[in-house]
């Protein structure tokens, strides 16, 4: 298969740690130059420790689930000879108490909203397109929670 990297670098400068009021801001690093920042969730740790201008891992898994599927959905729509002109996915997740009683992403709901060059599919084809990207999104195979799409 393959092997995915990212480095994740926190550093607690001058600011005091055992107060448990440290920064959680830090850096994500990806192999092809980009770098992400990202901190807690200011729902789980309170500004100023969290940074809400970063990226959270909670908002990550989220975007990582419809960025997985939608990349799917583009290569089935264009095996099939349709065309995309815009895809846009307003994907949102709950985190609450699972099945386990433990703190877990329970669902992530995507609704995207395509724009097609010319005639859009017939519903249950655009339904089985989004089956298919589904059932392929080795992201969404990863997740416990239950991953569903609307639209």
């Known amino acids: 298969m393959s092997e995915h990297t990212a480095t994740v670098e926190w550093s607690r400068g001058d600011q005091p740690f055992s107060d448990n009021r440290y920064s959680r801001a830090h850096d994500w690093r990806f192999d092809g130059g980009a770098t992400v920042r990202g901190s807690s969730a200011p729902s789980s740790v309170p500004v100023p420790m969290s940074d809400p201008a970063a990226v959270d891992p909670e908002e990550a898994l989220v975007a990582a689930v419809s960025s997985c ?83």
């Open 69 to 151: 599927h939608m990349l799917f959905f583009l290569a089935y729509a264009a095996k099939a000879g349709l065309v995309v002109d815009r895809y846009a996915d307003a994907a949102s997740g709950t985190l609450a108490r699972d099945d386990r009683g433990r703190t877990s992403m329970t669902e992530i709901v995507l609704r995207p909203r395509i724009d097609w060059a010319g005639q859009a599919p017939a519903p249950e084809a655009l339904a089985e397109l989004h089956h298919r990207a589904h059932e392929a999104c080795y992201i969404a195979n990863s997740v416990r929670g239950a991953v569903r799409v609307e639209g």
